[in-house]
C-alpha cells in the first residue's frame, strides 16, 4: 500500500528556512566531493553554499582541473536536486558547488515523470546521494502557464499540453481559494505536490528515506535575493521504517 505523504507538508513550512548564519566570504568548503554524509549535513552544507552564493553572486564556483580530472573515475553527488529548466536556476551555481557535487535532473516545472522518477532512482540507487531537494522557483513561467491555460486552449502543443497537465492537478484542491493567486503560492503547492509524487511514486526513494539514508525536502528560491529556503524535511514513517529492518 502506498503511503501518501501529508499534504500538511505546506507552504508554511518554508517559512522556517532561513539560511544559515555564515561568513559569506569565506571559501567554498571544499575542492572535492564530500563523502557519503548523513542528510542533515547536507543539507547544512547546501545552505552554506548558497548563503556563498547570495551574498556574492560572483562567488567562484570550487572547480578546478584537478576536481575534472579526479571526477573521470566515478562520480559520488551529496545531493539530487530536480529544478525548473529555467535558465535563471542553475543549482549548481545557487548551491556553489562545483564537478561532482550535485546530481540535478531539471525540466520545466520539475514534474515527475517516468524518465524523471527513473533518472532520481538511478542517483539514489547508485551514487549515495544523502538528500534529495524538489526546487521550485520565484517567476516560474512553467506554473504560471498552468494556471492561466486551459486544458485543450488553441496552438497548444501536444508536448507543452503534456507537461501542463503534469502540473495542474497540483492545483486543484485550492481552486477556489482566493490566496492562490499568488503564484508564489501556486509554486509553493506544485513543489508539495511534487514532493509527494515522488515519496508516493517511488518505492526506491521511499525505502531509503525510511530508513534515514536519504533525506527529502522541498526548495524555493528567490530570483531577487538569491536565497533559498527549504521546508521540513519530510518525516520518516514510523511503519515503513520497521518494515524496512530498522532497529
Ligand atoms: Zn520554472
Known sequence: ???????????????????????PHAPAASTSPAPAADPAAVLTRLKAGNERFAARASQ??????????????????????????????????????????????RVAGGVT????LASIEYAVDHLGPALVVVMGHESCGAVKAAI????????????????????????ERLREDASVAALRDAVLVNVEQVVNDLMNKSATVRAR??????????????LASGRVHFSAPVPRPTSVATTAGRE
Request: charged share 15%; glycine share 8%.
Open 148 to 171: 492561466e491555460t486551459p486544458p485543450g486552449a488553441d496552438g497548444e502543443s501536444p508536448h507543452v499540453a503534456y507537461l501542463l497537465q503534469q502540473i495542474r492537478p497540483s492545483f
Open 209 to 222: 528515506q525510511a530508513d534515514g539514508r536519504l533525506g527529502v525536502v522541498g526548495a524555493y528560491y528567490e
Open 60 to 105: 567562484p564556483l570550487p572547480i578546478d582541473e584537478h576536481k575534472r580530472k579526479a571526477a573521470v573515475g566515478g562520480q559520488s553527488p551529496m545531493a539530487v536536486v530536480l529544478s525548473c529548466a529555467d535558465s535563471r536556476v542553475p543549482p549548481e551555481v545557487i548551491f556553489n558547488t562545483g564537478l561532482g557535487d550535485l546530481f540535478v535532473v
Open 113 to 116: 515523470d517516468q524518465a524523471v
Open 1 to 23: 500500500m502506498l503511503r501518501t505523504t501529508s499534504l500538511a507538508l505546506a507552504a508554511a513550512l518554508f517559512l522556517s528556512a532561513a539560511p544559515l548564519a555564515q561568513d
